[in-house]
């Protein structure tokens, strides 16, 4: 199935709570995405105007610049997309990139190509 573009605005305030390196569970090993960059996970608390906070993980390739733990931050280029491994499946989130919510935006055609796969 195809990525899905996301509106990341209908998500309301989002905040940061955790910036790390996706390993693989077996090997240990820093994944990395077609063009051999490091994939970062993002957690990030989003609470839609109205509704309840939820937690959601967002792979990034390349280390997101200038997020820290505890800030307001903007999904850029925010998509959705389904999988199946091994029998299991889920949602996963994936974005052009994550930046302060300060930060100037840049479409997200300006952030270079990005895989049609994303991390699992």
């Known amino acids: 199935m195809k990525n899905l573009p996301l509106d ?6 989002a905040l940061c709570v955790s910036v790390e390196e996706k390993t693989d569970p077996d090997t240990g090993q ?3 995405d077609r063009d051999g960059l490091p994939v ?3 957690g990030v608390a989003v609470r839609p105007e109205g509704r309840k906070t939820a937690l959601i993980e967002v792979a990034v390739s390349g280390e997101p610049v ?3 733990i505890g800030q307001a931050v903007r999904l850029v ?3 959705a997309f389904w999988w199946e491994m091994n029998g299991r499946m889920g949602l996963s989130f994936r ?3 994550v ?3 300060s930060a100037p935006v840049r479409p997200a055609s300006a952030e ?5 796969g994303g991390a699992k």
């Open 8 to 13: 990341a605005a209908r998500l309301g305030s």
């Open 95 to 97: 974005a052009a990139s």
């Open 77 to 79: 280029g925010l998509e």
């Open 30 to 32: 820093v994944k990395a």
């Open 99 to 101: 930046v302060p919510a």
């Open 66 to 68: 200038g997020v820290e």
């Open 40 to 42: 970062w996970t993002v």
């Open 112 to 116: 270079g190509p990005r895989a049609s």
